[in-house]
């Protein structure tokens, strides 16, 4: 591996030949470096790949200073970043102000000491590398959120740090539960059982989007998701019932032997976040724990509905199951929607 591959390239802009010698055999054994004579040409190089890591730039230059090569650096995106240096014999106050307004980094006086230079360069180079992994970290917290959190409750917590609880109504709740999941885990290893699930709950949740519902959570075999709460629906137990139909059938001709059976409902939901160590949007509400309870009442296949939820199923394959006791609620008229 050649080491000057990993060398940071550093453009040094000057109109004076024997100032460019000087930096250049300053930074030589450091850096690699790219020159431009005037400000028009640092505009060019700049864009040249791979772009410099840092600018070593003169103030006073013909036809355009070093101030104006700045400006037009710090007002376009692509060489926004790119840290610029001032290296000037301008020494009054007001000069170094003007450096710093139009967003050079910092500021080095001509005649200029090389182990000042050396020491400056390595510390902005120091920086943009430790700015560039905060932004990378960022960028895999921001994934993370995305992951566990609803789209609008990540823009919430980014905007203001907390997601406000909030009663949502008319939203559709679906459960699904794999069927016999506690004996398979008896009868393979953790390996196998974690692989199994993680495809299941892979094409639970690209169901889900498919018909327009939010993934909330997963409680060990069970997958619970919404419609209609931070995106609107038209009919969200529809969605639902139809989002659990697919999963059932995609299960189905897996023909892995697994079944799932769901549970529907529709009403009033609270929603927020709980916990501060590790984020988790939830739902609470009446509506939650009925469709749990028509979950574990569901034939493996089907989706469980009250009566009074399925008479607006129309189209769909609706079976009267009767009178169904639901734990906490007594016995319930219930019907089975399926293929």
């Known amino acids: 591996m050649n080491p000057s591959l990993d060398k940071k390239l550093i453009l040094l802009v000057d109109d004076a030949p024997a100032n460019i010698q000087v930096a250049h055999a300053i930074l030589k054994d450091q850096y690699k470096t790219r020159i431009a004579t005037s400000g028009a040409k640092a505009l060019e190089l700049v864009k040249v790949q791979p772009a410099p890591d840092l600018i070593l730039l003169d103030v006073m230059m013909p036809e355009m200073d070093g101030y104006e090569v700045c400006r037009r650096l710090k007002a376009d995106t692509a060489t926004h970043d790119i840290p610029v240096i001032f290296l000037t014999a301008r020494t009054e106050a007001q000069d170094e102000t003007m450096g710093f307004e139009v967003g050079a980094v910092d500021y080095i006086h001509k005649p200029f000491s090389p182990p000042v230079v050396l020491a400056r360069v390595n510390t902005h180079l120091a920086l943009r590398e430790a700015q560039r992994q905060l932004e990378g970290e ?170 009074a939820e399925g008479a607006a199923l129309s189209g769909l394959h609706v079976t009267p199951r009767g009178m169904v006791e639901l734990k906490g609620k007594g016995p319930v008229p219930l019907v089975e929607v399926s293929y």
Request: charged residues 25%.
């Open 138 to 307: 960022k960028r895999k917290v921001d994934l993370l959120l995305d992951n566990i959190l609803p789209a609008a409750a990540v823009t919430e917590i980014k905007a203001t740090g907390r997601v406000t609880p909030q009663r949502f109504e008319n939203v559709g709740v679906l459960f699904v539960d794999l069927v016999g999941f506690t004996k398979y885990c008896d009868k393979h290893t953790p390996e196998e059982v974690v692989g199994s699930l993680s495809d299941l709950f892979i094409l639970f949740e690209e169901t889900a989007a498919r018909y327009g519902l939010e993934k909330i959570k997963t409680i060990g075999d069970a997958f619970l998701a919404t419609a209609g709460l931070l995106k609107p629906s038209q009919d969200p137990l529809r969605a639902a019932v139809e989002c659990a139909l697919q999963i059932a059938a995609s299960v189905r001709d897996l023909q892995s032997g697994w079944m799932v059976r769901s549970g529907a409902h529709r009403g009033a939901v609270m929603a927020g976040i709980v916990g501060r160590e590790r984020y988790q949007f939830d739902i609470w509400g009446d509506t939650v724990n009925v469709a749990s309870r028509l979950t574990a009442a569901a034939t493996p296949g089907t989706v469980a509905v009250t009566e």
